[in-house]
């Protein structure tokens, strides 16, 4: 329970001027915890009470509510999200947008955006199609694979958990496959290192672990979802990124996940992925056709 450690200890911080308002299930939350631990960054960890009841419930208090809890992560994070960053004055929110933050600032000796300005200028763009391996660390492709991620396994995720229907459960659980096969097949060959690119671990790997985390824990309890043996390089990646200080310092129990998603799991939940899901849901029952 090497998350539960690092959250004890982190939240008796006082003197930093770092403070990372996270919840300790949220997987895009855990993103902006891994960078900040990757990047060495000293840093209060502040738990944000997001849901009524336990996290489990996946039922939101009101803004007003969180902001009645605690203002200084409201005002940090209007919408009352996680995470966000408080650094002195300055506040960011988002998961990505924190994860470039910390890069930004503080990953000058172990950055994990690669590339120059012009590089991080030209960078903003979204891609579903299949993840590409930089040859060179370029950063433009660094982030449509990360685009990939957001695109292709997140929303996937929160689908196989939340369908009710096993028909639309399975097309789910069969796209999530075909992402983390289109992943495996993108990785740099292992012989150059274990990681995406190789041997530099880098923001995909930050955005990735997160859900593969769930997909091999939640999923695999609750849906019976599995990485095939034959996706060697994501294994070989799994076991790398898996031991990694940065990331086993974020790891929690398996069973609290586990637990955690049970809203999810029985249809109850009316966080903000459960209202897309269900939006999505929708869409696709409006739509010609069907």
């Not at 000293?42 to 605690?70: D, F, H, I, Q, W």
Request: glycine share 6%; charged share 20%.
């Amino acid at each position: 329970m090497a998350g539960e450690a690092t959250i004890a200890v982190r939240s008796q911080a006082s003197e930093f001027d770092v403070e990372l308002f996270c919840g300790w299930f949220c997987p895009f939350a855990q993103r902006a915890w891994i960078a900040l631990e990757e990047c060495g960054v000293p840093y209060k960890y502040v738990e944000c009470e997001m849901y009524e009841g336990s996290a489990s419930t996946k039922r939101p208090l009101p803004l007003e509510e969180k902001r009645r809890r605690n203002a200084d992560w409201i005002a940090v994070s209007p919408r009352g999200l996680v995470p966000a960053l408080r650094h002195g004055a300055a506040g960011v929110f988002e998961s990505l947008v924190c994860v470039e933050y910390v890069d930004e600032v503080w990953g000058a000796s172990r950055t994990l955006l690669p590339g120059g300005p012009a590089d991080r200028a030209k960078a903003h763009q979204r891609s579903t199609v299949a993840p590409v391996c930089p040859r060179g660390l370029r950063l433009p492709e660094v982030r449509a694979s990360i685009s990939y991620v957001s695109d292709k396994i997140c929303p996937f995720y929160y689908k196989s958990l939340m369908a009710q229907v096993e028909a639309e459960r399975s097309t789910a659980l069969a796209a999530l496959l075909e992402a983390f096969t289109a992943i495996d097949a993108a990785m740099a060959p292992l012989e150059g290192g274990p990681f995406f690119l190789g041997a530099t671990f880098s923001a995909f790997d930050v955005v990735l672990w997160p859900h593969y985390q769930r997909c091999t824990t939640v999923l695999a309890e609750r849906r019976q979802f599995a990485i095939p043996p034959s996706l060697t390089r994501l294994h070989a990646w799994a076991d790398a990124t898996g031991v990694r200080p940065s990331i086993a310092a974020t790891i929690v129990d398996k069973d609290r996940l586990v637990a955690n998603y049970a809203g999810y799991a029985d249809g109850t939940a009316t966080s903000d992925a459960a209202k897309q899901y269900t939006s999505d849901v929708t869409r696709a029952a409006a739509a010609p056709g069907k």
